[in-house]
């Protein structure tokens, strides 16, 4: 299931996050892995995603990302 959502939280040292959606009840886990960029993965907060989840037990989840992409405009204003 592909869907638009927002960046909770996400922690680079340990290389992972959440990410809230109307589409995944109690947010979604996300690894840095399954982040769809360039160089050093990671996601920030309130930034705006992309994302395909699966139903997964992931750390008490319910669901769990596996492509996450990050959407242009806010990429951009990330970069400034």
Same mark, same amino acid.
Request: charged fraction near 20%; aromatic fraction near 10%.
């Given at each position: 299931?592909?869907?638009v959502g927002f960046v909770r939280v996400f922690h680079p040292e340990e290389g992972w996050g959440v990410i809230d959606s109307s589409e995944?009840?109690? +947010?979604?886990?996300?690894? &840095?892995? /399954?982040?769809?960029? !360039?160089?050093?993965?990671?996601?920030?907060? +309130?930034q705006r995603v992309v &994302?395909? /989840?699966?139903?997964? !037990?992931?750390d008490g989840y319910a669901y769990r990302a596996v492509h996450v992409q990050v959407e242009p405009?806010?990429?951009?204003?990330?970069a400034k």
């Open positions: 299931m592909q869907s995944v009840p109690g +947010g979604c886990w996300v690894h &840095f892995s /399954a982040i769809q960029m !360039d160089g050093y993965r990671a996601l920030h907060q +309130g &994302f395909e /989840a699966e139903p997964a !037990d992931q405009a806010t990429r951009a204003a990330k």
